[in-house]
């Protein structure tokens, strides 16, 4: 059980059109999902929280107009990256976490590359 | 600000070697400490986590890893890697006052060689 999964896995899209990335909690309701976003060989950072039905919070310096989040289920939770340039080329991960848990699942990632 | 420190960024073992990774924490609080794995190509995957209890804790895999609060520490051991525990090892702790929020430590990168 608890596995999340994340489309597409990998995107490539030219520079200054918008990607987005779906999160889906497969076999459970996650009330809270979370976005993050891995540089190579480096740690998860966090971008932002999404609760389902309501707007997400954001990390200090993610743009929320550039990176949109929408959680309107307790199974899918989308990020949206607006006007991609290069160096929004990264990993994205999303985790979800069932309501009073603290444990996260991961999602398998989505390998976003701007041209 | 609550922070997570992995001491070893980069650690090349030998199979049947014995391993210890470092993980070290700040927050006075009540914390939820955990290790997660992510073999190449892979997504996370949780190796074991403390919440309560004994501060001995085991994981998957043959790996445990101790609690010491008075250390804020909770390093990740394993008495005899194989090459298959080839990965990247990232130390996260949740904290009371973290909203909901784990914070990850930088990441270790153990590459054993057959």
């Not at chain 2, 501060?55 to 101790?66: M, N, R, S, T």
Request: proline share 3%; net charge positive.
């Amino acid at each position: 059980g608890a596995v999340v999964s994340q489309h597409p896995s990998r995107v490539i899209c030219k520079s200054g059109t918008s990607v987005k990335i779906e999160c889906r909690s497969l076999d459970f309701q996650a009330t809270t999902m979370f976005w993050y976003r891995q540089f190579p060989k480096q740690s998860l950072m966090l971008m932002a929280t999404s609760n389902e039905g309501s707007k997400a919070t954001y990390e200090q310096g993610v743009e929320k107009d550039k990176f949109l989040i929408n959680h309107a289920s307790l199974t899918l939770s989308t990020l949206t990256v607006t006007s991609a340039h290069p160096e929004d080329s990264s990993f994205y991960i999303c985790s979800a976490r069932l309501a009073g848990w603290y444990e996260q699942y991961f999602g398998p990632g989505t390998r976003l590359t701007v041209t | 600000a609550q922070s997570v420190s992995q001491h070893n960024h980069h650690v090349i073992l030998s199979e049947a070697a014995s391993l210890e990774l470092g993980c070290n924490y700040s927050y006075g609080g009540t914390v939820n400490l955990f290790w997660y794995v992510q073999y190449p190509g892979q997504h996370l995957q949780l190796l074991l986590k403390y919440f309560s209890g004994d501060p001995l804790v085991k994981g998957i895999k043959g790996f445990e890893a101790e609690f010491i609060k008075s250390k804020f520490s909770f390093n990740l051991r394993k008495p005899s890697v194989q090459w298959s525990d080839t990965a990247e090892y990232f130390c996260a702790v949740y904290g009371s006052s973290n909203t909901g929020k784990l914070i990850f430590g930088q990441g270790t990168t153990l590459q054993v060689k057959p």
